[in-house]
């Protein structure tokens, strides 16, 4: 897998959506950056044809016929590729998305910075080990249902309820585990953690 860091090797994106033309002008965006290579799917068959082990990041429609972008990313998940997923959809999230495997949900419309954004982020995410894209994935969807629900709704919500604990407790874990670490080597591998944490609260 590619990090963000490694620059002389091909990224390879794969844009999924149902609406061809927009498929094809997230992959021109992401085409005209160097170093990066894009494939493109039309429906979910062919995003799980398309989808290899040298696949980086998927970016990924959830409104799809057939084959929902739901059940694409679940078999994704399933197959073991170690990718980075991000929802790209025009679906607002509900508590539904607390058991999908995903990486970030980004709602559509989106500008050809956002998609490039996007992309950066998944790939310094791919450098991090397990806890902090685990920790980092809670934080989307914390901040996906916060920005949709109320706050009654949340507080209602047995499952945001748990999905808050769950933060809690690998912050906690990450926590004791950074303690060890010389000041500067926690800078130098969180350095971007600080800014996704203040949009969250």
């Given amino acids: 897998m590619n990090g963000p860091e490694s620059q002389t090797e091909s990224v390879t994106v794969l844009v999924v959506d149902d609406e061809q033309g927009l498929a094809d002008l997230y992959a021109a965006w992401i085409d005209e950056e160097e170093s990066y290579s894009t494939r493109t799917a039309y429906d979910g068959e062919e995003a799980l044809d398309r989808i290899d082990d040298t696949v980086d990041v998927v970016l990924l429609d959830r409104r799809m016929p057939d084959l929902s972008g739901d059940e694409v990313l679940e078999r994704i998940r399933d197959q073991r590729y170690d990718c980075r997923v991000v929802m790209v959809t025009a679906v607002n999230p509900d508590f539904d998305v607390l058991e ?22 998944m790939l310094t995410r791919t450098s991090y080990d397990e806890q902090l894209q685990r920790l980092y994935a809670l934080t989307s969807k914390k901040a996906a249902l916060e920005a949709e629900k109320s706050q009654a709704e949340l507080e209602q919500s047995d499952e945001f309820a748990a999905l808050v604990s769950d933060l809690e407790q690998l912050q906690q874990s990450l926590d004791e585990t950074l303690a060890d670490f010389r000041e500067g080597d926690f800078n130098s591998v969180l350095q971007d953690i600080p800014a996704d944490h203040e949009s969250d609260e």
């Fill in 100 to 121: 999908m495997a995903f990486d970030e949900y980004v709602v559509k419309p989106l500008n050809e910075a956002d998609i490039i954004n996007i992309v950066e982020r």
